[in-house]
């Protein structure tokens, strides 16, 4: 029997309120007073209507990481989520497709386009991770659907913006983190620039910040009844995250050339070291009463060191506290500095990290129905938690029969575009 590692929820009055209409609902189905799809409604209903974005409805066209990111927040948090997938399309290559439905449009299709203007029509947030300009191609822009619903947030999620010399290029994370500036940064002294994964422009620039852009246009939008159009540029919003690197140069935080400086690998006390079992843990001792414990640990005396901010001597303390690290295994360095201020944690592996007493304890991760794992939503809200959906993902289309039967299609409606090949409904494939 798997353990799910349940995020642990903090129950105020109005979630026992919603707790308990959840449970006066299961009370029901398990005497058998509610029919099977007013059971599966309510339950939802009961457990969504507790979230933050309850209520908002949000069509996804599907995209490669950044938007089906940004979907997925939404999701977690409350929102409804329809992706507009691609008719004939094999499978999604959305992992992060997360409590999310699956509708398939063939937006190059006048039936199908209308399909969607009409889905955009009844919900609060389009997110298009397209190529600028592609919209307008399909008569989808912003003129046309904030026409037709004046109320609409219309998320435009590109690497470039919707202008500018590069607008119309293509690009993936690491091209919109080498036009912000801050690939420039990073690597080690003697390495070349390297993009970390894609996190920063995909994802903290991109997919976080349309997120955030699309969460402060509904707020706007509670005072002045109005949608807009965000443009949210990967290159624009990776800078952004990085504010800090421009806000502090004068703090004389960047004079050295790249890894030679604090925070980018050029001080011994803010870096990884390998430990005796080939694992390794990752030192944070900036301020001086932690490097202090951070010595005290290793066994080390100041008295025998250069002072800690000689950068000049860096190279050499480096290798003082290198071939400590190598002198025990990762656990017992664990032993040593756990729970004291040294500021040194074990670097964990993805199959670890579910399982570290801390991380276990506050239900950081969540285990899915198939049993994969993952992050469980951030920040908590305390009266209104994310709760994500444990389901698996949907396939391509599976939805789509009930959502426009939902949306106001007749049956009759739905077999004509089917058969015009406006729109694809998916059958649900065996994982294998
Ligand atoms: C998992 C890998 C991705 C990792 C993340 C990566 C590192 C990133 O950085 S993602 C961020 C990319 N940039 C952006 O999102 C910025 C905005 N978008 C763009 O600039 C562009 O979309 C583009 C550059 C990303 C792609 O350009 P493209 O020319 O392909 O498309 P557009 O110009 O936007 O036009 C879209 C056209 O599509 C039409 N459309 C859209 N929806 C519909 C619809 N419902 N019906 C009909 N038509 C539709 C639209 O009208 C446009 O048509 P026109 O062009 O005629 O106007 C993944 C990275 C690569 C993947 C692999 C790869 O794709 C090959 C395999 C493909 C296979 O299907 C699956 C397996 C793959 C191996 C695949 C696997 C993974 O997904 C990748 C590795």
Request: glycine residues 10%; aromatic residues 6%.
């Amino acid at each position: 029997m798997k353990v799910f590692h349940k995020p642990r929820l903090q129950l105020t009055e109005k979630s026992v309120r919603g707790y308990k209409v959840l449970v006066s609902i299961i009370s029901c189905i398990l005497n058998g007073t509610l029919s099977s799809s007013v059971k599966a409604v309510l339950l939802i209903a009961a457990s969504v209507s507790q979230m933050a974005l309850a209520g908002v409805r949000v069509i996804e066209l599907a995209g490669l990481a950044p938007a089906p990111f940004c979907g997925m927040i939404l999701a977690d948090f409350g929102a409804r989520v329809i992706r507009v997938d691609r008719t004939k399309a094999a499978v999604s290559m959305d992992s992060l497709a997360r409590g999310k439905q699956s509708v398939a449009l063939n937006l190059k299709n006048p039936r199908g386009a209308a399909v969607l203007r009409r889905l955009c029509v009844q919900s609060d947030v389009v997110i298009e991770p397209f190529r600028q300009g592609v919209m307008e191609k399909l008569g989808l822009g912003p003129e046309e659907l904030l026409k037709e619903n004046p109320r609409l947030v219309y998320a435009r999620l590109t690497g470039f913006g919707q202008n500018g010399c590069f607008a119309q290029s293509a690009g993936h994370d690491i091209n919109y983190l080498a036009m912000s500036g801050l690939l420039s940064m990073l690597g080690r002294s003697t390495e070349k620039p390297y993009a970390p994964l894609n996190l920063v422009a995909d994802f903290a620039g991109g997919g976080l910040t349309c997120t955030l852009g699309i969460v402060l246009a509904l707020l706007e939008r509670t005072r002045s009844g109005k949608g807009q159009v965000i443009d949210a540029s990967m290159v624009e919003g990776s800078a952004y995250v990085g504010s800090f690197v421009w806000k502090s140069r004068n703090l004389g935080l960047w004079n050295h050339p790249k890894g030679e400086n604090l925070l980018d690998s050029g001080a011994p006390f803010y870096d990884t070291y390998r430990t005796s079992d080939g694992k390794y843990v990752a030192v944070g001792a900036i301020e001086p009463q932690f490097y202090q414990q951070l010595l005290q640990g290793l066994g080390l005396d100041s008295a025998d060191l250069p002072p800690q901010l000689s950068s000049s001597d860096w190279p050499e303390m480096r290798k003082i506290f290198a071939a400590r690290f190598a002198s025990k295994t990762r656990a017992e360095w664990e032993q040593v500095f756990d729970g004291t201020d040294a500021c040194v944690t074990p670097v964990l592996s993805l199959d670890e990290v579910a399982s570290h007493p801390h991380n276990q304890e506050r239900g950081s991760f969540v285990q899915d129905t198939q049993g994969e794992e993952s992050p469980r939503p951030a920040p908590i809200l305390s009266r209104t938690p994310a709760a994500p959906s444990l389901a698996r993902d949907p396939f391509i289309g599976e939805h789509t029969r009930v959502v426009l039967e939902e949306y106001g299609y007749m049956p009759a409606e739905v077999e004509q575009l089917l058969e015009a090949g406006a729109v694809e409904c998916g059958r649900a494939k065996a994982r294998l």
